[in-house]
């Protein structure tokens, strides 16, 4: 079995401004978790409408059909930036540009208020929890995950894609569809920790990012300016706590 990659269409107020390059599944999620972390919109509140449309046949004898497009619809006055020309984003890929961009990009962002504290052995637990749940990794490999929990180590959703930043995605427009708060919540990842998913955790109010490899420099840089907790080689039973580490106690 290989993992499906099928191109999906956001429209937002009509206007295209992304291809996501995604595994089938979970659209309406990941367009809203794409509109809210990339900062289109700033609260669920401010999306009316999320549609599926468009649908194609996958091939002349095969009956199954693709979402290939999803019309989401905000109030116009919540829009934060205008939609632009559209993206094409790759699996496995964010948006291209230069550092001095990237930081441009998150000066918008206030640090966060979380005062979050998690205990070792609820962390130490999590990547297992995670690796246990993956079920299209366990039948193709060569997908990536992301996942929700709580402050206990509670799994409360996990999503898995072909691109890492659309598996975050799909968590967060999951989450917060169904407006839980994120304040106290912990988000695990697969793949690196770019400072694109530390932007996208900010942007909606998560504290901690972990992620089972590595951080790069950026991601260290923004999560440390944004009392943002960033957690590398989360497996086993080690971690390396890169910032804000009074987060993490035995108590």
């Not at 509140?45 to 989401?72: F, K, Q, Y």
């Amino acid at each position: 079995m290989v993992a499906g990659e099928e191109p999906l269409e956001v429209r937002l107020n009509g206007q295209p401004i992304a291809v996501l390059m995604r595994l089938p599944g979970d659209e309406k999620e990941l367009a809203a978790g794409f509109c809210l972390s990339e900062g289109y919109v700033r609260r669920s509140d401010d999306l009316l409408l999320i549609h599926h449309c468009g649908r194609t046949a996958l091939g002349p004898d095969d009956p199954l059909e693709s979402s290939n497009r999803v019309e989401v619809t905000a109030r116009p006055e919540a829009l934060r930036r205008p939609p632009e020309m559209t993206r094409l984003i790759l699996a496995g890929c964010g948006s291209t540009g230069s550092a001095a961009a990237a930081a441009q990009l998150a000066s918008d962002l206030p640090p966060l208020q979380s005062d979050l504290r998690l205990r070792q052995e609820v962390l130490l637990g999590l990547a297992q929890t995670m690796v246990a749940a993956q079920g299209v990794h366990k039948q193709t490999g060569g997908v990536h995950a992301a996942a929700l929990f709580a402050s206990t180590g509670e799994l409360l959703v996990l999503r898995e894609d072909i691109g890492r930043h659309n598996a975050v995605d799909k968590v967060l427009g999951y989450a917060l569809l169904r407006h839980l708060p994120l304040d106290d919540k912990v988000l695990l990842t697969t793949g690196r920790a770019s400072h694109e998913m530390v932007v996208k955790a900010v942007r909606v109010g998560l504290p901690v990012v972990a992620s089972v490899s590595s951080p790069t420099s950026l991601a260290v840089q923004l999560a440390s300016r944004l009392n943002c907790t960033l957690i590398g080689y989360l497996r086993g039973q080690r971690m390396v706590l890169y910032t804000h580490w009074w987060r993490v106690g035995d108590g």
